[in-house]
């Protein structure tokens, strides 16, 4: 089978009872906590109000509730049916992260690794400009790449597996990128299931943005934000883990 014949972005859709299998909640806890401080560095101590842009099955959510109200936005309504669930204080909406308005004001605004989903510059100002209408003055905007131009050496291969409530998943992921001309990477899974006492395969991808940091700066700062990159070491992620943080003046 061609790359190109595989169905995009089932993981969101039919395949979205996988994700809490994949990737589940505790996972996060690590890099969370790096969010939560630069949060409280930047904003002051306090329970301050946050939202969060392509929240997915709100995993890395689930770990900063504690600390902060939050309401949550997502494109797939799959993915918000998980976070509705694991994040039940927490106030959803259906929403594209590029056109979003709620008419509401947040002295934060995050995206996690929702932000791969960017494919151009256009669609990086678009939600900045989601950005930035939803933030309070002075308001703090963070966000975290998975790659980053600078140092992606393509390809990116991860094979894991993880079995909960009688599903065994194991899958391998293949990042490359599409066209060295061009800011697009794809990723190719496949997913080994077991369940109801059968194996059977799956097969996804999506495409994501590939950029450089001094992109994302040139655009943070024309959008408007005083611009800092962070960079932090997790013991799950082979290089540096990189929070792009954007104060809004």
Known sequence: MRADQIPMYRLYGDLAYLWPIMSPPEDYAEEAEHWRRLLHRYLGAGRHRVLELGVGGGHHLSQLTNDFDAVAVDIAEPMLTLSKRLNPSVEHHLGDMRSLRLGQSFAA???????????????????LAT?????????????????????????????????????????????????????????????MIQENGGLRLEHDRMHTGLFPIATWERLFRKAGFRFQAHRFVLSNWPRDYVILAGVLE
């Not at 995050?110 to 100002?125: F, G, P, S, Y």
């Not at 194991?170 to 599409?178: G, P």
């Open 109 to 127: 605004v995050m995206i996690h690794d929702a932000v791969n989903h960017l494919l151009n510059e256009v669609e990086i100002r678009e939600t």
């Open 131 to 191: 950005a930035t209408a939803h933030l309070e003055p002075g308001g703090l905007f963070l966000t975290a790449p998975d790659y980053f131009e600078d140092d992606f050496s393509p390809p990116q291969v991860t094979l894991d597996g993880r079995e909960t409530h009688g599903v065994r998943l194991d899958y391998v992921e293949y990042v490359y990128r599409l066209d060295p001309r061009e800011p697009c990477l794809e990723t190719v899974f496949t997913y």
